[in-house]
RNA sequence: GCCGCGGUAGUAUAGCUCGGCCAAGUAUGCGGGCCUUUCGAGCCCGUGACCCGGGUUCAAAUCCCGGCCGCGGCACCA
């Protein structure tokens, strides 16, 4: 049948077919194999270190679809590596802060490193089902041998010598590399990584004191099987994490076997680049610490940590809603700082109160028979106005770049002719403004008025721009977000005796 | 090198499971206009994409094969 006699036939027959309703648009697409009522979802950070845009998406959306299916949702820290990783006391806290203020609430909570005894009871029992090893060769023979598809020859001992000799890991009997156990896998898996991987190894905490449990313990599980026995006996029914954990899944996956464990779905999404901010770890330690008097700690606003976009004046529901529409791809994302601030303003506008601010002051003299009275409304949306009288002969401030016009009008106050230095008043008709394009622009007293300094991060480097802001500006606090008419939103970051400063949020 | 995952406008995302409602939707960006005592917001118009090549089919962004490109992993890190 051609394509046209399809077309004609479908034409006669069209009132029996009901064509197929288009499926509704939803933020989240639904989760693989959940049931409502049932989902557990978990969001796991290493407390070294605050959280990023990048460790947002996993904490935001294992949380949400923990919410959307009315299921619990865990925060768990991984603090079980006081050697390479080493966990700092504070950041615990200031996590649990960060989640707080992405309005992410947590119905438990648990520390790997409190619950060491549980990963020892579970080691043994699956020492017992024969499913781990301990390997006392040197490390360079047991890579060797593994990587032949052999292994240590300890491997083939009985079960009764892999409980006493793990027993010994755990009271200390053996040195840094001097032992570990091992997860019996296949010796032949394409990926080395996968063949029995460590499960626990030796930490001298005399050395590398852990923060919460000091030197008590010496033999500590890797992530690896820390992750597997939490997230089987939290009842972790989805995990939603980042690609690096793909070759994760395959390793854990043979410690639920031998364990006769069910898997949870595995979600892996993209990597998260935020052009044009540091997001590393490392980094932006190796800054802070080598010039603590150039950047603010982990709050900088030229770092991507949720910390520094707060201080910068983000909101957290626009990083919520970021992350959302991002979603949980497989695929990279590069996130602009744009596309961040676009989804900001639109929360912001709604209620910043607008502020006149004048950075480059050219000062003019005002030329009128009688006082001027100046309402500016606080919010276009809003009755309430500040009020300014201006008296004949009073200076007035303008930018140098507003000044190029014959005639402006100030915002509020009226129109007025540009003469020289003197602004002379000619009425307050907006009707002349509209058809002459008169440009309205915002201005300062020159004599009343509150020293300002905006920050405004630029990369690694932080420029300031110093003005005048109208005197209204006093009456807001720290952490206010505001806009400055026709300049942009900031953040009011300090207020000290002489001077407010803010810090530059966008545009 | 080996193993795995993925490629829709500048960016992000929808559609791909079940081929035709897709001459590909949405957001942002960019250009223009309207409105407005802010160059903001809002409204309107425009701009711009299915990685490439084969195959299957009346019909492919969607299925199959090959290539290319990107990313992740290859630790006694998480």
Not at 361 to 374: A, G, R
Not at 412 to 429: A, C, P, Q
Not at 440 to 463: A, K, M
Request: charged share 30%; glycine share 6%.
């Amino acid at each position: 049948m051609t394509y046209e006699e399809q077309v004609k036939l479908f034409e006669q027959y069209k009132e029996l077919v009901t064509p197929p309703e288009r499926k509704e648009k939803e933020l989240l697409p639904p989760l693989p194999n959940a049931v409502e009522g049932r989902v557990v979802t978990r969001f796991a950070p290493n407390p070294d270190f605050v959280i990023h845009l990048g460790n947002a998406r996993p904490a935001i959306l294992s949380h949400e679809y923990a919410r959307k299916y009315k299921g619990r949702f865990i925060l768990r820290f991984e603090d079980t590596d006081p050697r390479t990783k080493t966990p700092i006391k504070e950041v615990y806290d200031l996590i649990k802060e960060d989640l707080k203020w992405l309005d992410i609430r947590w119905d438990e909570e648990y520390i790997q490193s409190l619950r060491m005894e549980v990963f020892y009871e579970i080691a043994k029992e699956l020492i017992k089902k024969n499913g781990a090893y301990v390997d006392t060769c040197e490390l360079e023979e047991s890579k060797k041998l593994i990587k032949e598809g052999i292994g240590c020859p300890t491997r083939e001992n009985p079960v009764s010598w892999q409980l006493e000799h793990f027993e010994k890991m755990i009271e200390g009997y053996y040195g840094e590399g001097e032992a570990v156990l091992r997860v019996k896998t296949d010796l032949k898996h394409p990926d080395i990584s996968v063949r029995d991987w460590v499960a626990f190894r030796i930490i001298d905490t005399g050395k590398h004191l852990h923060p919460l449990v000091g030197d008590k313990y010496v033999a500590w599980p890797t992530y690896n099987f820390a992750v597997s026995v939490d997230d089987h006996l939290m009842g972790i029914t989805h995990i939603l994490r980042g690609k690096e954990h793909t070759q994760n899944a395959t390793k854990q996956m043979f410690l639920f076997n031998h364990m006769g464990w069910k898997y949870p779905t595995a979600i892996h999404f993209g990597r998260v680049h935020f052009e044009g901010f540091i997001m590393s770890k490392s980094k932006i330690r190796e800054l802070i610490s080598k010039e603590p008097n150039r950047f603010w700690g982990y709050e900088d606003p030229r770092f991507g940590t949720l910390r520094g976009l707060r201080r910068r004046g983000i909101l957290p529901q626009a990083i919520k809603q970021l992350i959302l529409e991002v979603g949980i791809k497989g695929t990279d994302t590069r996130i602009t700082y744009t596309n961040l601030a676009a989804i900001n303003r639109k929360i912001l506008d709604e209620k910043a109160h607008r502020i006149m601010f004048v950075y480059e002051p050219q000062e003019y003299t005002i030329v009128t028979d009688v006082p001027l009275e100046s309402k500016v409304p606080i919010h276009p949306s809003s009755e309430k106005t500040r009020v300014y009288t201006i008296k004949p002969r009073d200076k007035i401030c303008i930018n140098k770049s507003d000044s190029n016009s014959k005639v402006v009008r100030l915002l509020g106050l009226g129109n007025f002719m540009v003469e020289g230095d003197k602004l002379r008043y000619i009425g307050s008709d907006i009707s002349i403004v509209k058809e002459h394009r008169v440009p309205i622009i915002q201005w300062v007293p020159c004599t009343q008025n509150v020293n300002v300094s905006v920050y405004r991060p630029s990369g690694l480097d932080l420029l300031v721009q110093k003005g005048y802001s109208e005197l209204g500006i006093l009456d807001y606090k720290v952490d206010d977000k505001l806009q400055f008419i026709r300049y942009g939103f900031v953040r009011v970051d300090q207020i000290t005796d002489n001077e407010i400063k803010v810090v530059f949020a966008h545009e």
